[in-house]
């Protein structure tokens, strides 16, 4: 998935979580529209394209989400948020009950490690300014200024390494 020129990084980072948790409870995989979160929250919420929070996504899916294939992502062509577009006769394919903020400092990371290691993966925040130069390996300098949504897919607690879902 590739959000282009869009600052839409949460509302992937929400639906990729939403579809984990499906998976996980149902075994079935989906994949859901991230432009119908970039574009339906932004009237509601803030965001779209500008960046947004994935707790407004995750409450905007309480209405149900569309796959990806019948409301593909556009967005990140030209920077774009687009209006929102959900056909009136569609019949949501997942919706969410509720979320949990399982931690919200860095001080709660070995929270959000035990639950990436029991649950599953996890969306989270991170400071994402040296990642423009990756090309490889573990990156072991991390800053502090929170700037970009992915999803916490792994935790290495030999090494104090993640693996996340970019």
Aim: aromatic share 10%; glycine share 12%.
């Amino acid at each position: 998935k590739d959000q282009g020129y869009c600052g839409s990084c949460w509302a992937f980072s929400a639906t990729e979580q939403i579809e984990s948790d499906y998976m996980r409870k149902t075994g079935d995989e989906v994949i859901l529209s991230a432009q119908q979160i970039t574009s339906c929250t932004s009237y509601i919420f803030g965001g779209g394209c500008n960046g947004g929070f994935t707790e407004n996504a995750f409450d905007y899916a309480k209405g149900g989400l569309e796959l990806d294939s019948d409301y593909p992502y556009t967005s990140g062509k030209a920077g774009v948020t687009g209006s929102c577009d959900v056909p009136s006769d569609a019949a949501a394919q997942v919706k969410t009950v509720s979320y949990t903020n399982v931690a919200s400092s860095a001080a709660d990371e070995s929270t959000m490690g035990a639950y990436v290691a029991s649950t599953g993966p996890l969306s989270i925040v991170v400071d994402a300014s040296a990642w423009s130069t990756y090309t490889g390996g573990i990156l072991s300098s991390c800053g502090t200024s929170l700037d970009h949504a992915v999803q916490a897919v792994g935790i290495d607690t030999d090494e104090g390494s993640w693996k996340v879902r970019n």
